[in-house]
Nanobody, 121 residues
Framework: QVQLVESGGGLVQAGGSLGLSCAAPGLTFGRATAGWFRQAPEKEREFVAA????????DYSDSVKGRFTISRDNAKNTVYLQMNSLSPEDTAVYYC??????????????WGQGVQVTVSS
């Protein structure tokens, strides 16, 4: 069973920045599309960003485009999410996910446990 492990969450003031990491022991991230999702209290989980394994193409939700950057280091088997200009609306549990086949916003095969990101006003 592949388990993804997120790190880097925490509390930050509005306008600040935070970086998340996702490690994938047991999974060659270089062969999988990696994505970040988030779920705010009493809301459904939503797509945030994804990066392809083959050519590092990326996709972002409209709500984070221009503020968040997804990247990957296949040598370290790690995916990152750099979040800038954070607002309280970005407060959520952030999940890392990996997909062996499909579209950026389709079904993902493996998930992490999630990490809390809280943005204070």
């Amino acid at each position: 069973q592949v388990q993804l492990v997120e790190s880097g969450g925490g509390l930050v003031q509005a306008g600040g920045s935070l970086g998340l990491s996702c490690a994938a022991p047991g999974l060659t991230f270089g062969r999988a599309t990696a994505g970040w999702f988030r779920q705010a209290p009493e809301k459904e989980r939503e797509f945030v960003a994804a990066i392809a394994w083959s050519d590092s193409n990326t996709d972002y939700s409209d709500s984070v485009k221009g503020r968040f950057t997804i990247s990957r280091d296949n040598a370290k088997n790690t995916v990152y999410l750099q979040m800038n200009s954070l607002s309280p609306e970005d407060t959520a549990v952030y999940y890392c996910a990996a997909q062996l086949w499909g579209t950026f916003r389709g079904q993902y095969d493996f998930w992490g446990q999630g990490v809390q990101v809280t943005v204070s006003s």
